[in-house]
């Protein structure tokens, strides 16, 4: 007895609680670390070699030393690998960051991209915190395409100034650049292409002695491990008011490429990801990169489409890649520096082929045409702003716009007259708001000459204040003309009104989807 | 405890499925039970190979990796499912020469030990091999799924080796603690045993404390109407227990298990996984 007194003692010690956890804590360790070794530290040095022109193009684009977009890429990659909810996502410097920094960088200098950087990430941290994430509902599917097709016209351009104005060696060696990085994956699939692109072209470059420009002539490159350092800005309101414009544009910019990669990485490797760890892990990302002298990073399609290709899976896949980028570096800045211009801007040609959505463009035609105006206009407006965030905005504006007109017509209204001519109902059916208030009001024959107005919105919905009041126009129109005015079931129909609605689902509501 | 359903069968397409079959039909049959033959298809979604190092993205790039790995996991996945239906039909076969048994067959996707988990509430016991298809490749003598499987799992697991011999008698490995008292607790609630004889065997440093232990285990089983046989061997338990099997001919051994913390054992060693590793007979490990 004494035993079975103890035993029910000892049935609640801690470990009956805590090994479980611990267990699947150490399983789901193994499963995002340790399950997919081999691929991703081959995945990682294939990234890591196409991450190196990519941080260095980004970084011509905000007008910065490429020091600062490779260490970002670096602190990114490896912070990330830790803090990202989106194993085998690649992050580093992305040119739709770079793009958001150049008047920042040209007005106030470095000190505050760092500054802005550290703040874009405390933001990114609040708005994984507070599920901001949950808002990508709202952007549709042809935002997300003008999205990639804007990203893609933009990093194309910021070619263009290597490309014009520049000797004809330039071109000869950009396009045979082009030519390496397509061909060559026909014939094999062992090595990089860019990489050969890039060795080939140098080399050349080197071995004839061609005077172009190289990535030596654009600025720094790290030559140690990057170091802690304050941004050295003063800390006030004034300092603030700069960068906090930026940094909100930055973390939105981040947040919406970064989620946008995290579904498609989903999407290809047929598994699910944490959103708003991510938007946190970001967050905690862009503060390390600030502090290591880096400029602010997020996701990129580009590189997590690599990764995924070449077989990474895990969070291995992505902290190689950056750790294997910094001793790429460490080991090779004398030749990186020699890397000629060209060969850089052929690989950032192929990354803007490959960013693009070319379906996009076939579909054009066969899609809704609201969808496609959405589309365009994003890109229109992102590639005039040079802002995504602003792009995405005019594209959400307009997507809801368009919703709302569509849904705007499904209304109808019919009308009967009853007791010899002395009564006529009319019954509304459908969705009565902004939208489609005119329309309801329209359908009511106020010249006719009748008794008694019977106006049955049973089966209709009201959804805001202005539904209502033009209900309210049209019982005060009837009675000017004589008419007592009946209306049936108000209340039914404004149950929408009630910001918390939900299940106010009304029999037959269906079926006003249908053609009646 | 909730209502105990059936007995399942945990296999994978590696010899010691057979013996698994065996073990768990004699178990089912013997406790009056349903088996289930459970063959878990991992998909490993976590990990991935690929020749593809050219890191290249052209037209239509993520598009076409999107078509590609969708159309060859379909492939992989059709594969595997009918290899595993073959697999699984011939298992249930073997199992359905006893008599009575009802026998299914189940195939899922998903990860072992998630999969095993969600099915606790309809499982008595869970029967695996000690080894699995991985076996050849490793120099493990015990599988690596053992341990979390045991550790997360809350029902009496049956380890089975690569033979399959009727059981004739069990040992049960006694400390007197918790986790071995529910052991004997357990078996004396099992009426379906008693033709079993029972070897109640505690090992470790002398105290005064064991014959007292032992004296419980016994009557507690004597009174369920066990035959019952107890001895108290000083020493180390990891050799002297594997002893006591060999020199009693034990067919089956009962532990309690990994009562020590998974950080604990990091530093300790675990007993479990070393008298797992050391017996050769089946065993059940109850971690309730």
Known sequence: ?516 | MKQPKKVLACVDQSPYADYVADYSAWVAQKFNLPLELLHIIDRHQETATSDDHSGAIGFDAQENLLNRLAEEEGERTRATREQGRIFLNDLKKRCEHHQGLSVDVRQRYGQLLETLDEQQQDVALYVLGRRGKSADQSQRDLGRHVESISRKIRRPILTVANTFAEPKNVLVAYDGKRMTRKCVSLLAGNAALTDLPVHVVMSGKQNGEADKHLEWASSTLAKSGFEVETAYLPGDPEQQIPQAIADREIDMLVMGAYSRSPLKSLFLGSKTNELLRASKVPTVTVHL
């Open chain 1, 1 to 516: 007895m004494r035993i079975t007194i103890h035993s029910a003692r000892w049935a609640v010690s801690p470990w009956q609680s805590g090994a479980p956890f611990y267990w699947s804590f150490m399983n789901k360790l193994r499963q995002e670390w340790f399950s997919n070794i081999r691929s991703d530290l081959l995945a990682g040095l294939v990234v890591a070699l196409a991450l190196i022109p990519e941080a260095i193009a980004f970084s011509i684009i905000a007008g910065v030393d490429p020091r600062v977009g490779l260490y970002a890429s670096f602190c990114i990659a490896v912070v990330i690998a830790f803090a990202g909810g989106r194993p085998g996502m690649i992050s580093a410097a992305t040119g739709a960051m770079a793009l958001l920094m150049v008047t920042l960088v040209k007005e106030h200098g470095l000190e505050y991209l760092f500054a802005a950087t550290i703040l874009t990430g405390i933001l990114q941290i609040i708005a994984g915190w507070i599920r901001l994430g949950e808002l990508m509902r709202f952007v549709s599917r042809s935002v997300v395409t003008g999205f990639v097709n804007a990203l893609a016209i933009l990093i194309f351009m910021a070619q263009l100034p290597e490309l014009i104005d520049v000797p004809y060696a330039v071109y000869v060696m950009a396009a045979a650049g082009l030519g390496i990085i397509y061909g060559l994956p026909f014939i094999t699939r062992v090595v990089p292409s860019p990489l050969v692109a890039i060795v080939l072209l140098t080399a050349v470059s080197i071995y004839f002695g061609i005077d172009v420009r190289t990535v030596g002539d654009m600025g720094d490159l790290p030559s140690t491990l990057p170091v802690f350092l304050i941004p050295d800005i003063p800390l006030n309101l004034e300092t603030l008011e700069i960068i906090f414009p930026y940094a909100v544009t930055l973390m939105v910019v981040g947040l919406l490429e970064s989620l946008m990669t995290a579904t498609i990485v989903d999407d290809l490797t047929d598994t699910t990801s944490n959103k708003s760890r991510e938007c946190m892990g970001q967050g905690v990302a862009n503060i390390a990169s600030g502090f290591l002298g880096g400029m602010a990073g997020c996701a990129m399609i580009g590189q997590s489409v690599i990764n995924v290709k070449s077989g990474g899976r895990g969070r291995l896949s992505t902290l190689s890649a950056g750790i294997f980028l910094l001793l790429l570096l460490l080991f090779f800045s004398d030749w990186v520096r020699q890397i000629p211009m060209a060969a850089l801007v052929a690989v950032m040609i192929m990354v803007s082929i490959g960013t693009f959505n070319w379906d996009s463009i076939r579909s054009l035609r066969t899609h809704p045409p609201s969808s496609s105006v959405v589309m365009v206009v994003t890109v229109a407006v992102t590639v005039s702003t040079h802002d995504l965030a602003q792009g995405v905005l005019s594209g959400v504006l307009l997507s809801g716009f368009f919703f709302a007109q569509k849904v705007g017509r499904i209304l109808v209204i019919r009308s009967q007259s009853e007791n010899e001519g002395r009564v006529r109902t009319y019954t509304v059916l459908g969705q009565v708001f902004f939208a489609s208030a005119d329309r309801f009001a329209q359908s009511f024959d106020f010249k006719e000459v009748i008794d008694t107005v019977r106006i049955d919105v049973s089966r209709a919905h009201f959804w805001d204040i202005t539904a209502v009041s033009a209900l309210d126009k049209v019982v005060l129109k009837f009675r000017r003309e004589g008419a007592d005015v009946e209306v049936i079931g108000l209340n039914e129909a404004s149950a929408t009104m009630v910001d918390r609605f939900g299940l106010h689902d009304k029999d037959g509501a269906e079926d006003l989807l249908l053609p009646q």
